[in-house]
């Protein structure tokens, strides 16, 4: 029972980083409409930059900040350059240069990197506490300590704040938005800004908590996050964080007990087409 | 001609033609694929196992491996093509990660190992190997070109151009939507496995990571550098994508990231590609009276 | 009751608690112009949809001569012999002018396998478009892309595609809208010769002096309920109408 427990709670803990990367997926695609997978890039760029200032600085409290500077740059450049000028084209067009940008990073994290796992070796801020007998470790402790205060502050953005009110303005019909004073350009870079940060911070907990840095650490988020928001209603962000835990859950039980000759990261895939089939919009997708 | 060219140029006729295949649900019916790949691998695992398991010559099995990818094309699209753009686009990723898996992990498929042994293809007594091989695959390749062109020139094709442009309207004058996407989506997969067949006996052994979401991308790459609805487009594309990693092979390190690179350039400024509208190779050789398919 | 072409019987359209089209009934009898018009929001289009197949009914009966359509996706009523125009254009726009109308003569075709695979531009086909496009008036522009066309040539392109449909009711989503004077005139014109050929027309107009001069009766929605119905002359003096326009600011446009 206690073992139960303890992978539920790691379940939980890899559906918070799920969420913290595939919320960035749901914002960008809520106002741009465009499946955002150099997402993936810039959450792999997180866990470089953050690890580089680390090496330099020897403080998260600096390494951190830096990272999600970093990525929120490298966010808004891929919207600039990438995504704005495509979006009069089929759907598909922004897609295909989205996925060449995430597979440019890769080669770039690569040569610049090194092919090798780099280790991520931070002293986390938090000790282990135990309850019941059931152990929690420091890296999941701050797993949910770290995700619960960035999705409350983004929560708190999106729903309190001036600008969250643009961001949803914005999604639901860029032009009346303009016409309402909404600059529609702003407002779409900021949604790149707070998504890539979430992101850079996601990248930051994963290096940490298995101590790996790799070119390659955003291939499986890249798709199976895609599969997430669909899964979650494409958009919505309270579905993406749903989706999220219950996959991080789902995987974990799912290696944990079951016996199935099919590989963890195909499961979103077959939990996204099971969901699709009973609920075509999505877990909590509107319309 | 060596060896080693033969076998690029064979590579390159054998992915044109899974690439025309993507041509048409892509660039004919509009509608995205992205998993194209998958339908390449249930055609050269159907060969093999055809051919091994079930003694069937390659001539026989073909007929076989034709119906039986287009079969699944026909039972995985019928649900997937009823979805908006970006469901489907998700759909036919997942689609590729698990037909990859099913072939990685049911033990039918070889598992792991993948599938060997595979014989190779013989004509009226003679192994064909080489340049014969190559002759088989572009003599494929023109009859994949010649299909493509004359659905292009059916009924069907003009229903396909009507739904890509405008769906509502191409319903409200008798197209029904789901059928002609579906045509299209079994009568590329069809093309497709035929690709995946000739592959399996030119390398005789296969595994599952042959057929990832990777090379679904690289296939898209193909047709969209060639020019996304042309007829040569695919082919065109797949000679690029083919012939670049050799010319860049001294750079070998850079490879990767030039492809990338060249995939976004391509289409961030000409994402009708070379071939498509108002790109600059035709503005270049400008011609009168519009696209191959209006 | 045998020259009733279309008839909708208490025919409702609900999308969550908002009622589009609440409990409307009405007729169309065959050789007839009907106009719908009503205040922005009034249901028409949603109308259109229900008639030709976008939408299915929450609630009541479609009848198009005396069968149910209620429920049939709009490639099935363009076999019935249903055309529309669509109130914001939608030309095939990478194809040119007569392949769009080409589409539309392939009506027949699309519903076999063996059939749609017979070729599509024969000379027989092409003339076929062609006469159609003369009829509209754009046959010079036979070959142009049909993206590239200004406003009025490609609302009649939407007419010709239309009308190659061979319908018995043409359904016009606000066809005249958007145009210049000249225009108008043309096109009404050709309505009324579409008209005198057989073909049944419901039309949806903003454009009050275009609707009360070309329909022969008039319905009139208004958020989704049937407010009057009848002559133009009746309706134009109707005070409930009158009152539907201009008592929410919407003044009835009488260019």
Redesign the interface.
């Known amino acids: 029972m206690q073992l139960f427990i303890e992978q539920l709670l790691n379940g939980v803990a890899m559906g918070a980083i799920y969420s913290l990367i595939t919320l960035g997926l749901a914002l960008v695609?809520g106002i741009l409409?465009i499946?955002h997978v150099a997402h993936a890039a810039v959450y792999t760029a997180g866990a470089y930059v953050g690890l580089y200032v680390f090496t330099l600085s020897g403080s998260l409290l600096l390494a951190v900040p830096a990272a999600m500077g970093a990525c929120a740059a490298l966010g808004v450049a891929v919207e600039r350059?990438?995504y704005t000028?495509?979006l009069r084209?089929?759907?598909?067009?922004p897609?295909?240069?989205s996925?060449?940008?995430f597979?440019?990073m890769?080669?770039?994290f690569r040569?610049v990197g090194g092919p090798y796992i780099l280790s991520f070796p931070a002293e986390l801020p938090f000790s282990g506490i135990t309850i019941r007998g059931v152990v929690v470790s420091p890296a999941i402790l701050s797993i949910y300590a770290v995700s619960a205060a960035v999705l409350l502050l983004l929560w708190f953005i999106v729903t309190k704040t001036g600008l969250g009110l643009a961001m949803r303005a914005t999604s639901q019909d860029r032009d009346i938005a303009g016409t309402m004073g909404i600059n529609a350009s702003f407002t779409i870079s900021m949604t790149f800004v707070l998504g890539s940060a979430v992101a850079a911070v996601a990248g930051i907990l994963v290096g940490i908590y298995y101590n790996q840095v790799y070119p390659t650490m955003g291939a499986v988020p890249a798709?199976k996050c895609?599969?997430l928001i669909?899964v979650g209603g494409?958009g919505s962000l309270p579905g993406a964080v749903l989706a999220s835990l219950l996959l991080g859950v789902g995987e974990t039980l799912l290696i944990g007990y079951a016996n199935i000759?099919?590989?963890r990261?195909?499961l979103?895939?077959?939990a996204?087409?099971a969901v699709?089939?009973w609920r075509?919009q999505g877990l909590l997708g509107g319309k | 001609m060596n060896d080693y060219s033969i076998t690029i140029l064979t590579f390159i006729a054998i992915q044109a033609i899974v690439a025309c295949g993507l041509n048409v649900i892509v660039g004919y019916a509009g509608q995205i694929s992205l998993g194209h790949a998958a339908f390449f691998g249930i055609g050269a695992y159907s060969s093999a196992l055809l051919t091994t398991k079930a003694g069937l010559t390659f001539w026989a099995a073909l007929p076989l491996v034709i119906l039986i990818t287009g079969s699944i094309g026909l039972v995985l699209g019928m649900p997937s093509l009823r979805l908006r753009e970006d469901f489907l686009a998700v759909t036919t990723i997942g689609i590729n990660f698990i037909v990859e898996s099913v072939f990685l992990y049911v033990p039918f498929f070889g598992g792991a190992l993948g599938l060997g042994g595979i014989p190779s293809i013989t004509l009226l007594g003679t192994r064909l190997r080489g340049p014969k091989f190559l002759y088989l695959c572009l003599v494929l390749l023109g009859l994949v070109l010649l299909i493509s062109r004359r659905f292009t020139k059916s009924w069907a094709g003009l229903a396909c151009f009507a739904l890509r442009e405008e769906e509502t309207a191409a319903s409200s004058m008798g197209v029904s939507p789901i059928r002609f996407k579906l045509l299209a989506f079994v009568l590329g997969t069809a093309m497709a496995g035929m690709g995946g067949a000739l592959y399996a006996h030119l390398m005789r052994f296969i595994s599952a990571t042959d057929f990832g979401f990777p090379l679904s991308i690289t296939l898209m790459s193909m047709v969209v550098l060639g020019g996304i609805g042309t007829l040569w487009g695919p082919v065109i594309g797949a000679l690029i994508l083919g012939v670049l990693p050799e010319v860049f092979r001294p750079l070998i390190d850079y490879r990767m990231l030039l492809n990338a690179a060249i995939l976004l350039l391509m289409i961030r400024f000409q994402p009708a590609g070379l071939l498509g509208e108002g790109s600059l190779l035709r503005r270049l050789f400008r011609r009168k009276g519009g696209t191959s398919n209006g | 009751m045998d020259d009733v072409l279309l008839r909708l019987d208490s025919v409702s359209k609900h999308f969550g608690g908002l009622k589009a089209v609440d409990d409307v009934s009405f007729e169309l009898a065959k050789g007839e112009i009907l106009g719908l018009i009503g205040p922005n929001g009034a249901g028409k289009t949603t109308c259109f949809n229900l008639i030709s197949g976008v939408y299915t009914p929450t609630s009541g009966a479609i009848y198009l001569e005396g069968k149910t359509t209620g429920g049939l996706p709009p490639y099935r009523m363009a076999a019935l012999g249903v055309g529309r125009t669509f109130q914001v254009v939608k030309p095939f726009s990478t194809l040119s002018v007569v392949r769009n109308v080409m589409v539309a003569l392939g009506l027949k075709r699309y519903g076999g396998v063996l059939s749609s695979f017979a070729p599509w531009e024969t000379k027989k086909s092409r003339k076929e478009a062609m006469t159609l496009l003369e009829e509209v008036g754009i046959a010079h522009l036979a070959d142009t892309p049909s993206g590239q066309l200004p406003l009025g040539n490609q609302r009649r392109l939407e007419l010709a595609r239309a009308l190659a449909l061979r319908p018995g009711l043409l359904l016009l989503d606000e066809t005249f809208s958007g145009l210049r004077h000249e225009e108008i005139s043309l096109l009404s014109k050709l309505v009324l010769e579409v008209r005198n050929k057989g073909i049944s027309v419901l039309l949806i107009e903003h454009n009050m002096k275009v609707a009360m001069g070309l329909s022969d009766r008039l319905v009139v929605l208004d958020h989704g309920r049937l407010l009057a119905e009848g002559k133009p002359e009746d309706i134009r003096s109707d005070p409930a109408v009158i009152e539907a326009y201009l008592g929410k600011g919407a003044s009835a446009n009488a260019s």
Do not use: K, W
Not at chain 1, 89 to 93: E, L
């Open positions: 695609y409409r499946l350059f990438v000028p495509l084209f089929p759907p598909f067009v897609l295909i240069g996925i060449a940008v597979l440019a890769e080669e770039v040569l798709y895609l599969a669909v494409l000759p099919l590989p990261d195909s979103a895939f077959i996204m087409i699709l089939l075509p």
